[in-house]
Nanobody, 124 residues
């Protein structure tokens, strides 16, 4: 079992920055791809970013490319999402997830463990 806890969300003005953290416990996640997803009110959950187990490969959804950066610290069993130039449309609950088999994926169904999420609200 893997437990994931996100932190770092909050209220930020448009154009601002936020850094989300996702700490894993229960077992090491250093061998697994980890991703970030988000769900805005009234919308389906969508892919944001994913990082391979060694951090060499990263992939981003088009709306966040060039503004968000995913990274990981395997020694701390933690993955991060640096969010810059935030827009009101980035407002959502952000979830981290772990995929225990296979490489990076943009499909939520491929992930086995999920955190509870952290709210990010961007005011205009």
């Amino acid at each position: 079992q893997v437990q994931l806890v996100e932190s770092g969300g909050g209220l930020v003005q448009a154009g601002g920055s936020v850094r989300l953290s996702c700490a894993a416990s229960g077992r090491t996640v250093s061998n697994y791809a980890m991703g970030w997803f988000r769900q805005a009110p009234g919308k389906e959950r969508e892919f944001v970013a994913v990082i391979s187990w060694r951090g060499i490969s990263t992939y981003y959804a088009d709306p966040v490319k060039g503004r968000f950066t995913i990274s990981r610290d395997n020694a701390k069993n933690t993955v991060y999402l640096e969010m810059n130039s935030l827009k009101p449309e980035d407002t959502a609950v952000y979830y981290c997830a772990v995929r225990t088999s296979g490489g990076p994926s943009m499909r939520g169904l491929d992930y086995d463990y999920w955190g509870q999420g952290t709210q990010v609200t961007v005011s205009s």
